[in-house]
């Protein structure tokens, strides 16, 4: 079974542009989440979708942005990069999302924003 | 609001002997608790999740955590480190009780010596 797939692995920008990272999860998941990790925040939620609709957001900016498609892959987008989204933004799924699921992760899309 | 203390930002250990990193949390309600470990550019793991069944918890690679309700702690032990156990790990509690939202401790580095 393939693991979560993130693309792309890494991505350079310019302040001012906009981003869109993809991540597909395992087959058979239907929660897909976003985490921004950085050296100095750590690990934050960003968003979860569920069957196509986002079931919960973190305490990030509108800016942030994600979709989820009906094959559930998933799709976040950054509008109007700022120097401090340089991160990891990490991808994770689990089969129906239920608090007490393991998350699988990807490996990850490394941004940075110069 | 959910929270995660890690007491550790670095601990240092002589391979076979006993690790053990500390995490407290702080839950409005009874909450699912998860340590995950992330080797250099790999990926997040899951090591092993408490979602209150017995308050022993065993995990993978010889690791495992007790639930304290008591003293709101979770901490994570093995009885010998081995080389292979140098990583990053992550005490990791469910923001809610619906879906997926999980807020993650700051991270306990884990240096093994030889």
């Known amino acids: 079974k393939a693991g979560v797939t993130q693309t792309p692995r890494y991505l350079i920008k310019t302040r001012g542009q906009q981003v869109t990272l993809s991540c597909s999860p395992i087959?058979?998941?239907?929660?897909v989440s976003w985490y921004q990790q950085t050296p100095g925040q750590g690990l934050q939620f960003l968003f979860e979708y569920f069957s196509e609709t986002q079931r919960n957001k973190g305490n990030f900016p509108g800016r942030f942005s994600g979709r989820q498609f009906s094959n559930s892959r998933s799709e976040m987008n950054v509008s109007t990069l700022e120097l401090g989204d340089s991160a990891l933004y990490l991808c994770?799924?689990?089969?129906?999302?239920?608090?007490?699921?393991?998350?699988?992760f990807g490996s990850g899309t490394q941004l940075s924003v110069l | 609001a959910q929270s995660v203390t890690q007491l550790d930002s670095h601990v240092s250990v002589s391979e076979g002997t006993p690790v053990l990193l500390r995490c407290n949390y702080s839950?409005?309600?009874?909450?699912?608790l998860f340590w995950y470990v992330q080797h250099p550019n790999k990926g997040l793991q899951l090591l092993l999740k408490?979602?209150?069944?017995?308050?022993l918890v065993k995990g993978i690679n010889g690791f495992e955590a007790e639930f304290k309700k008591s003293e709101t702690s979770f901490h994570l032990t093995k009885p010998s480190a081995h080389m292979s156990d140098a990583a990053e790990y992550f005490c990791?509690?469910?923001?809610?009780?619906?879906?997926?939202?999980?807020?993650f401790g700051p991270g306990t580095r884990l240096s093994v010596l030889p």
């Open positions: 990791v509690v469910s923001a809610i009780n619906y879906g997926q939202n999980f807020v």
């Open positions: 408490y979602t209150s069944a017995a308050t």
């Open positions: 087959s058979g998941h239907r929660s």
């Open positions: 839950s409005s309600y009874s909450p699912s």
């Open positions: 994770a799924s689990s089969f129906q999302g239920a608090t007490n699921e393991k998350l699988f």
